[in-house]
Structure formats: structure tokens, C-alpha cells
């Protein structure tokens, strides 16, 4: 099979590598990619946004099935336009897709089918919002409702903080018309939790925890990101947790999406924080997360091409799989300046050893100069480290970072030390 991936970061050369090494792969075309991912994948330069040209790609390279990397194409309905010239693609529908590409959408849903999530408001008006936070006790969280390639939460700490993220949404559009319309939402208390399931319309299979690191700096200070690290598995979780998952947001989440005449067919991706009073809702997404999708593919045993097409037929349960009982702990490098400002061009050094150490490293802002890599956007690449348990993973991936040279870049070195401190 020849198999097109839509994206162009670390998750999507970590998925274009596992596909890879299907017994069924005859090649892996990515596109855009990035010329980091030419170990595995065959990058394409067309845009994520553009699905007419997508459509015209997948039918030029016979391509026998379409993954969806990122969620920008699923928002805008790449599924439906496959779908319409009967090419095969896995992931939702633009309908199905709303859980991520609209906030608001999310919330709504939630409320209908009493998924748990925290209360909120919805404004458009500047002078509105301002007057509601009034009510508000605060922390709050503001977000933007559209897609804000993970910039567009802010959680504020006073009614000056507050009006200031409302001015940029709303007034001075510093997320376009993502942020022309906005949320604020009582902030919830307690650890998050990453959860990741397959689908396939009707039935799911649960692939796997992980924990994120959304702040760009040490101690979770700084601005959030679209992702800094990850770990996996996330040792704070037991069965009767998972179980409450399951009952109370996972199964309610999918007959819901039937219910409404969107069943979702593929990677749903539920971010939760873990509050006094049970599991929340604080996000969906569709599609594995980034960083997310870096530890977790590693620790699996599966034909991941063989998987994805039988959920992509309506059979996930039909696929076999386990995931390995150890560990990978993923560090983000990432640009001076990023989020708001990234320096690129500079040149990068030291892949090819930190890989000879062991660590898997996964490119994403990064562009071919003659026959060196230079930066190309604000996350530079993904280290990963996989071990027994958490604390040999996370020497491994800090040993594979310690061989990278860039100049100005940083990363976090508190990745993964809450599961060793026990902090949940």
C-alpha cells in the first residue's frame, strides 16, 4: 500500500516512520513534511489547507490510504472531499471534526450529552466580556474558539490580565477569526491527563496515557505552547480511573457524535484534568497530540498500517496490538523566541549522534541549506528516550539532547520529574 500522511511536524514523521515499517507499506509520501523526515517518508510540498490539491496528490500517487496528521485539513473538511471521490482517508468528518475546530461547538456537545466539563461563557463583544468578569473569581481561562495552533488558552490571574488576553482576542485579532469569538471558563484544579483512542464510528480501542508539558519554561512558567514534552505511561492512573474515563466521557463522547449524525472515525484525543470531583473535559482533539503521539507510538507492538486500515473499514476491534509495559519520556527543542517570535535559519547539529546514543529524534521545524538542516519554525524536533521505566527513559532522551547543537535553542529539563517525585 502507498500510504499519504497530511502534516508536517515530529508527530507526523513519528507516525510516517511507524507506518513505515508495515509489512503492507510499499512507501510513505508526507505532505508537506519536512526535510527532516527523509529517513522514512517522501515529503511533498503541498499545503495542509489546500484540499483540492490534497485530493489531486492522493489520485496522481495512487495512493491507497490518506492519514490525517494534523487537524487543520480535518477542519476544513478533507474527509468529505475524499470521501467524494471515493479515496480513503482516516479521520473525522468536518462535522465530527467541530470538537476541535470550534471551542464552543465542544462545549455545547458537552452540555447536551452531560459530559463533564467545566461551565463557561461565550462572547464576541469586547465591551461584553470585560463587563462579565465581573461575575468571574479568578484564576480564569480564556480561550480563543477556533484553531490557534495551541496558543489560544490563556489562564489569567487577575481582571487586568483578563481584559488584556480579551483586548488581543477580540479587538487587536491576534489569532484572526479564531480568537473573534471566545470563552471564559471556570479553571479546574488538578492533574492533566492526555487520553488517546482509536475509532472507527461505533467502537473504540484505548491507546494510551500520556502527560504533556504545555509551559515553555521549568516549573511550568511561561507562555504555553503547543507542547514542550511528554511522558508515558502515567503512573498515577488505575483501572478504576480508566474505567471512569470510559463510562463518563470516551463512550458518552462517541454515541453522542452518532446520535447527531457524525459518527467520528478516528483518533480522538481527550484532554482532561483529574479534579476533586472526577475526570473533565478540557479539550478534544482529532488527532494524536504533539508531542503525545511521540512516546506514545514507540512503546507500541503493532502493524500500525494494518491498524489504521481496519478502523478506516469500520473494524477496529478486528486489529491486533499491545502496548510495551516500559517507557518514553519526549523533549521538545525549540527556537529562541518561540512561541510568539522564533529565530530561524540556524544551523542544526548533532541528530545523527543523539540517535546513535539511542534516542529517536523526530523533525519538525527544520528545512534542507545544500547539504546541512537549518530552523525553520518555532519546535525544531522531538527527542526521545525509551527505558524501563520513566527515570531510564527520561536519561535516555536527555542524553540524546545533550548531543544537538543549535544555537539559541532551549528545551525544558523538568520533563517527566513529577512521575518520578510522585506529583501527580
Known sequence: MKVLVLGSGAREHALAAALAQSADCQEVLVAPGNDGMRDVARPVPVATHDIDALVDLARAEDIDLTIAGSEEPLVRGVWDAFDAERLRLFGPSADAA???????????????????????????????????????????????????????????????????????????????????????????????????????GYSYRLLGLA???????????????GGMGAYSPVPFVDAALLEDIHNRILAPTLAGL??????????????????????????????????????????FRADWLRLLD????????????????????????????????????????????????????????????????????????????????????????????DCIAIEGAFYRHDIGLQALEGVS
Open 258 to 299: 452518532v446520535d447527531e449524525g457524525a459518527p467520528y472515525r478516528g483518533f480522538l484525543y481527550a484532554g482532561l484534568m483529574l479534579t476533586p470531583s472526577g475526570p473533565q473535559v478540557l479539550e478534544y482533539n482529532c488527532r494524536l497530540g504533539d508531542p503525545e503521539a511521540q512516546v506514545l507510538l514507540p512503546r
Open 310 to 401: 481496519a478502523a478506516e473499514q469500520g473494524d477496529v476491534m478486528s486489529a491486533e496490538f499491545e502496548l510495551d509495559p516500559g517507557a518514553a519520556v519526549a523533549v521538545v527543542l525549540a527556537s529562541a523566541g518561540y512561541p510568539d517570535a522564533p529565530q530561524l535559519g540556524r544551523a542544526v547539529e548533532g541528530f545523527e549522534a543523539a540517535r546513535e546514543r539511542g534516542a529517536k529524534v523526530w523533525c519538525a521545524g527544520v528545512r534542507a541549506r545544500g547539504a546541512t538542516l537549518v530552523t525553520s519554525g518555532g519546535r525544531i524536533c522531538t527527542v526521545v528516550g525509551r527505558g524501563a521505566d520513566i527515570a531510564s527513559a527520561r536519561e535516555a532522551a536527555y542524553a540524546g539532547v
Open 211 to 225: 502527560q504533556d508539558h504545555k509551559r515553555a519554561f521549568d516549573g511550568d512558567r511561561g507562555p504555553n505552547t
Open 98 to 200: 467541530q470538537l476541535e475546530g470550534s471551542k464552543v461547538f465542544a462545549k455545547e456537545f458537552m452540555r447536551r450529552f452531560e459530559i463533564p466539563t467545566a461551565d463557561f461563557e461565550v462572547y464576541d463583544d469586547f465591551d461584553a466580556a470585560r463587563a462579565a468578569l465581573a461575575h468571574h473569581t479568578f484564576p480564569l481561562v480564556i480561550k480563543a474558539d477556533g484553531l490557534a495552533a495551541g496558543k489560544g488558552v490563556h489562564v489569567v490571574g487577575s481582571r487586568a490580565e483578563a481584559e488584556a488576553s480579551l483586548r488581543a482576542m477580540l479587538v487587536e485579532g491576534r489569532y484572526g477569526q479564531a480568537g473573534s469569538r471566545v470563552l471564559l471558563e471556570q479553571a479546574l484544579t488538578g492533574p492533566e491527563l492526555s487520553v488517546f483512542a482509536l475509532s472507527d
